[in-house]
């Protein structure tokens, strides 16, 4: 069953704390990318990946950092500098123009 | 950094009438318009796209107009159904090639039955 994962669906963060969301995909998608989504708004990218080992920043990466190890995974770490966090995590990962989301996680300040 | 906008923000039909929602951009290098539909708690997902050596292409009860010159492309959904509900995205590519694309502000479409 190929598709696109992320995990946890909820997830609680505290102040001054790390905390990393999972992306996994089994689709064999080159590019991976991670967009916020806050209510009622549009998708803003916050980094992307075309390739293993090589990512970019997108609009919003302050406060958020990437790796890409593993063709598969694309973790995103909200770092305690980002001082807004509560948003709508989606990855998403393609091969050509179209771009396959997974279903999100939504990210809370405690 | 490039504006894409929706029009409307929101629209409310009657089961079976038609939906029609409205993307412009600003980026003249613009070669590909994908729309996304996205249902509540979940992620988006691709719906109908098009390439600009199209001018409309159709899948079934939905449709993409695309006018290039003015820079903006248009969703159209006929015999609109309750599971029509849902958040629309248009997401042009900017320049003409690569993966940025910069999604609109979305627009929230309601079935009435």
């Known amino acids: 069953d190929g598709g696109i994962t992320q995990s946890p669906k909820y997830l609680f963060r505290k102040e001054g704390q790390n905390v990393t969301l999972s992306c996994e995909q089994n689709?064999?998608?080159?590019?991976m990318y991670w967009y916020r989504q806050d209510p009622g708004q549009g998708l803003r990218l916050i980094y992307y990946?075309?390739?293993?080992?090589?990512?970019q920043k997108g609009d919003i990466a302050e406060g958020y950092s990437v790796s890409r190890e593993k063709k598969e995974s694309f973790p995103l770490t909200v770092t305690s500098a980002q001082k807004n966090p509560t948003a709508f995590y989606l990855c998403?990962?393609?091969?050509?123009?179209?771009?396959?989301f997974g279903p999100g996680t939504r990210l809370l300040v405690l | 950094g490039e504006n894409v906008e929706q029009h409307p923000s929101t629209l409310s039909v009657q089961e079976g009438d038609s939906a029609v929602i409205k993307c412009t951009y600003s980026?003249?290098?613009?070669?590909?318009f994908p729309w996304y539909k996205q249902e509540l708690g979940k992620g988006p997902q691709l719906i109908i796209d098009?390439?600009?050596?199209?001018g409309e292409k159709k899948d079934q009860r939905i449709a993409v107009t695309l006018n290039k010159t003015a820079k903006h492309f248009s969703l159209h959904i006929t015999e609109t159904q309750p599971e029509d509900s849902a958040v629309y995205f248009c997401?042009?590519?900017?320049?003409?090639?690569?993966?940025?694309?910069?999604f609109g502000p979305g627009t929230r479409l309601s079935v009435l039955p």
């Open positions: 990946s075309q390739i293993v080992n090589d990512f």
């Open positions: 098009i390439r600009s050596n199209v």
């Open positions: 689709l064999n998608h080159d590019a």
């Open positions: 997401a042009p590519r900017m320049g003409n090639y690569g993966q940025n694309f910069v």
């Open positions: 998403a990962s393609s091969i050509t123009e179209t771009q396959y």
């Open positions: 980026d003249s290098a613009s070669n590909y």
